[in-house]
Structures are given as C-alpha cells and as structure tokens.
C-alpha cells in the first residue's frame, strides 16, 4: 500500500514553454502533498506543501509564479514549471500524506527529471 | 531552530563490513525519525522508521537504527553491508504537521 506515482517519469522541453508534473497518490486519499527540489549530489529542498483544495504553501525564495501547485483531489497534485529556463532542469519529487496516520508519514513518488533545452 | 545533521558526506566501506550512518537532530518535542535511501536517478525508499515505542528499530534490507534521546541521535546501523547497499542515506525528523527536515545525505561507497 501508499504507493505514490509520478508522470513523466523524465522529460525534456524547450526554453520558454511550460511543464506539468503529476502527482498521484494510488492508493490513499493524500490531505497533503509535498513537492521537492533535487539538484545533483543534494539533498532534498522542500519548494511548497499543498493541502487538498487550498492554495499551495511556498517556501522562502520559491517563486509562486513559475512554480504553479495545484491540488485539486484527494489523489492527485500537479505542479506546473511555467516558462522553463535550463536552470530550472533538476529532479523533482513529489510525496503524499495521508491523514490519520500515527507516524505521520510521507510517502515518495519515483521523481520526474525535468531538462530545458 | 529545528535541524537535521548527517556529519558524514561520504562513507567508503568494504563489502562484508559493518557501517553505521550518523543522524543528530535538533528538535523541541519528540520527533518522528526516517531514514530514507536514494540509488541515483530514483525516488525514495523508506528504510525504517521510529515514532514511539522501543527505542531500536528493525527496517528493510537488514538495517537497524537506535533512537537515543539523550544524544538527539538516530544512527542507521548494518552489521554486514552488501555491493548493492551503495545509495545515498538520507535522515529526516518529521512534526505533527507531516513536515520532514532532511538531513544533507552520506554517499555510501562499498568496496569489493
């Protein structure tokens, strides 16, 4: 159980356009979902918490405008990298959280590999 | 502030060897710990985890980590490490609100 997909798994686009990244949960229902940053041979960098129909939360110096996080179900959030420069190429993670749960935990989605040409 | 410290960047051990990764937090209340693995270009597995009860915990692949309240420590232990251990290690405390602070990541690095 608490599988959590991500889709595409790797993509590449071009300067300028824009991206979206799903976040599934497949087998829970996820009040919160939680979108990473991953630069090579880092660690995880927390970008936003998004609770189900609410306004995504961003973390400091995350810009809510390129970063567009939208939760609108219970199984699934997206994030959209709008007009994608090459530095916005990086891992991105996803993770999801069910309520209830005693150990409070998150479960992680496989990541998507996002290159800007 | 909360915190999460991983001192070893990088770890070389030989296959057959024991390793322990070590975890130090910094956190008000009692915290929920994890400790995750990462192979490059993947997402995280769970290796085990600790929230109350009996202080040493059992996870997958033959780890083990020890919460020691007194030290504000969480070290990830395995008595005899495999070629396929070789991963990224991450520690991360976890709050009532399902946020994680993640510790920097040891590289593990496993000799034949």
């Known amino acids: 159980g608490a599988v959590v997909s991500q889709h595409p798994s790797w993509v590449i686009c071009k300067s300028g356009t824009s991206v979206k990244i799903e976040c599934r949960s497949l087998d829970f229902q996820a009040t919160t979902m939680f979108w990473y940053r991953q630069f090579p041979k880092q660690s995880l960098m927390l970008m936003a918490t998004s609770n189900e129909g609410s306004k995504a939360t961003y973390e400091q110096g995350v810009e809510k405008d390129k970063f567009l996080i939208n939760h609108a179900s219970l199984t699934l959030s997206t994030l959209t990298v709008t007009s994608a420069h090459p530095e916005d190429s990086s891992f991105y993670i996803c993770?999801?959280?069910?309520?209830?749960?005693?150990?409070?935990?998150?479960?992680f989605g496989p990541g998507t590999r996002l290159t800007v040409t | 502030a909360q915190s999460v410290t991983q001192p070893d960047i990088h770890i070389t051990v030989s296959e057959g060897a024991s390793l322990e990764l070590r975890c130090n937090y910094s956190y008000g209340a009692t915290p929920y710990l994890f400790w995750y693995v990462q192979s490059p270009g993947q997402g995280l597995q769970l290796l085990l985890k600790?929230?109350?009860?009996?202080?040493l915990v059992q996870g997958i692949k033959g780890f083990e980590a020890e919460f020691k309240r007194s030290q504000s420590s969480f070290n990830l232990r395995k008595p005899s490490v495999h070629w396929s251990d070789a991963a990224e290690y991450f520690c991360a405390v976890g709050s009532g609100t399902y946020k994680y602070i993640f510790g920097t990541g040891t590289r593990l690095k496993v000799l034949a």
């Open positions: 600790y929230f109350s009860g009996d202080t």
């Open positions: 993770s999801a959280a069910a309520s209830g749960t005693v150990s409070y935990e998150q479960y």
